[in-house]
């Protein structure tokens, strides 16, 4: 049975992201043992009385930044000897399909929420961790970004979806944006599904598909089409998609 990397979290908020983990896809995948997810809380690493692990910036300015201390003892507590760190923060490396991929061939990650005003950089020095952003926006912690990191990853284990060739056919598998997708009925509000999907022509529906990814690409992601797998027919269709535009 295919197994992707172990995963840990380390978080000041292990309640939020339980819920989250235990539920549809991530649950079945861990129930089976495909995937193991473990969450620490970084609490119980604070060193002082008072469970200290944030305090204000050195030099001032708002918000708290996480201590060296007790996130370096987290960090050390979970991670294997190839064990991959990422802080996940707006200042990291962009995740995308490519760098999911990599990530899902790892022995171990572990995944540190920041929070507040972000962490001491001596944190990265000491433990070698990588910075991981999942987007040009800021979030108020790291949570809902590691908890993305966990289902890009793991979706692309081997069996985690059921069906093992679907990760291959979505969005950015192929350099692509996914064709649309109909269901039953075949009219919904004077709304008919194209014809072609009822045809029973497996090879017209593959060049319909085909076709759509391409103009979607085209339409609303046309940076993509310069790194994606394209044939001779492809290069056609987006050749007729211009001229129809211009
Ligand atoms: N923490 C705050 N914003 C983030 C982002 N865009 N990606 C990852 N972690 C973050």
Redesign the pocket.
Known sequence: MARGPEIDIVTLFPELLEPFIKGAVLGAALRDGRVQVRVTDLRAYATDRHRTVDDTPLGGGDGMVLKCEPTVAAIEAVRQPQGRVLV???R?RLLDQDLARELALERQLVLVC?RYAGLDERILEETGAEE???????????EA?ALVVTEVVTRLIPGVLGNPSSPERDSFSEGLLEHPQYTRPRVFRGRRAPAVLLSGNHAEIERYRRRESLRLTFERRPDLLECAELGEEDRRVLQELKHERD
Do not use: E
């Open positions: 996940l923060s707006p990291g920041g991981l952003s999942i987007g040009d926006y800021v979030l108020s912690g790291g970004a």
